[in-house]
């Protein structure tokens, strides 16, 4: 007896909620984003949406009577349906409709190039791309994010600097654009000894596109800031790789 038992209850079955739901609601906003055709969209995205207004009694009474006979079938000893697994699953399917709009809004929303530019000033900035012509293909195409497209290749000099830093999209454009510009600033300012070359802002990027920018570029160090895939607490994830060497077909092992 006590708060105990309830306080760690709640704090599994939430960590089992984040398990089962973040990876749901993360492929259902890739898939009504990007990849669903237009009428699975129309017919998918206010159904999601319809599961934020049922009231939270009601998915309570779902659980009792339609999960717990199901779950406890499962052949566990002292198994009654009414626990860890349950309370997970349900809410899990409560935050669906609330993490796969966030998600979605994160993934679709565009990088502003221009105000990046600005927010550097009076940093030199380059823009270049990835091979991947579209978001679309971004998503369903992973190994074209990874490479430069023909004019942004052509468009690099070699500067011969020590470090190059590459500012990418990735999956959350917001994050570059909330983040990046002062995590910049602030890394240039605390290590004035080493020789930046010019930012680059890249677009439809995956991490390993800073490895061919950093050969095209000459640079000893390549640091990829890329906005991350959106989680169950924030959209605007901003991650930093760092590779020593940088080359076309470098490995995480070396």
């Given at each position: 007896y006590g708060m105990l038992p309830m306080i760690v209850g709640a704090i599994l079955s939430t960590f089992g909620a984040m398990v089962l739901g973040l990876p749901l609601s993360l492929g259902a906003a890739i898939l009504l984003t990007e990849v669903a055709p237009g009428w699975v969209q129309e017919l998918f995205q206010p159904a999601i949406e319809l599961l934020a207004g049922i009231p939270s009694v009601i998915y309570g009474l779902f659980g009792m009577v339609v999960l717990a006979p199901l779950i406890r079938k499962i052949p566990v000893a002292g198994n009654t349906g009414f626990g860890l697994l349950n309370a997970s699953i349900i809410?899990?399917?409560?935050?669906?409709?609330?993490?796969?709009?966030?998600?979605?809004?994160?993934?679709?929303?565009?990088?502003?190039?221009?105000?990046?530019?600005?927010?550097?000033?009076?940093?030199?900035?380059?823009?270049?791309?990835?091979?991947?012509?579209?978001?679309?293909?971004?998503?369903?195409?992973?190994?074209?994010?990874?490479?430069?497209?023909?004019?942004?290749?052509?468009?690099?000099?070699?500067?011969?600097?020590?470090?190059?830093?590459?500012?990418?999209?990735?999956?959350s454009a917001g994050a570059v654009?909330?983040?990046?510009?002062?995590?910049?600033?602030?890394?240039?300012?605390?290590?004035?000894?080493?020789?930046?070359?010019?930012?680059?802002?890249?677009?439809?990027?995956?991490?390993?596109?800073?490895?061919?920018?950093?050969?095209?570029?000459g640079a000893r160090i390549a640091a990829v800031l890329i906005g991350e895939r959106p989680g169950l607490s924030v959209s605007d994830s901003l991650g930093i790789y760092l590779t020593w060497a940088p080359q076309v077909g470098r490995r995480d092992s070396e």
């Amino acid at each position: 007896y006590g708060m105990l038992p309830m306080i760690v209850g709640a704090i599994l079955s939430t960590f089992g909620a984040m398990v089962l739901g973040l990876p749901l609601s993360l492929g259902a906003a890739i898939l009504l984003t990007e990849v669903a055709p237009g009428w699975v969209q129309e017919l998918f995205q206010p159904a999601i949406e319809l599961l934020a207004g049922i009231p939270s009694v009601i998915y309570g009474l779902f659980g009792m009577v339609v999960l717990a006979p199901l779950i406890r079938k499962i052949p566990v000893a002292g198994n009654t349906g009414f626990g860890l697994l349950n309370a997970s699953i349900i809410l899990a399917i409560m935050i669906l409709p609330t993490v796969t709009n966030i998600a979605r809004d994160a993934i679709r929303a565009p990088l502003d190039a221009e105000a990046l530019r600005r927010d550097l000033a009076p940093l030199e900035a380059l823009e270049v791309r990835s091979r991947a012509p579209d978001r679309a293909a971004y998503l369903r195409r992973p190994d074209l994010g990874r490479r430069l497209d023909a004019p942004s290749a052509e468009a690099l000099a070699r500067c011969d600097c020590e470090a190059v830093l590459v500012l990418a999209d990735g999956l959350s454009a917001g994050a570059v654009a909330r983040h990046a510009a002062a995590t910049v600033h602030e890394t240039l300012s605390r290590l004035p000894e080493i020789a930046f070359g010019p930012v680059v802002i890249a677009r439809e990027a995956r991490v390993a596109l800073g490895d061919e920018i950093g050969e095209r570029m000459g640079a000893r160090i390549a640091a990829v800031l890329i906005g991350e895939r959106p989680g169950l607490s924030v959209s605007d994830s901003l991650g930093i790789y760092l590779t020593w060497a940088p080359q076309v077909g470098r490995r995480d092992s070396e």
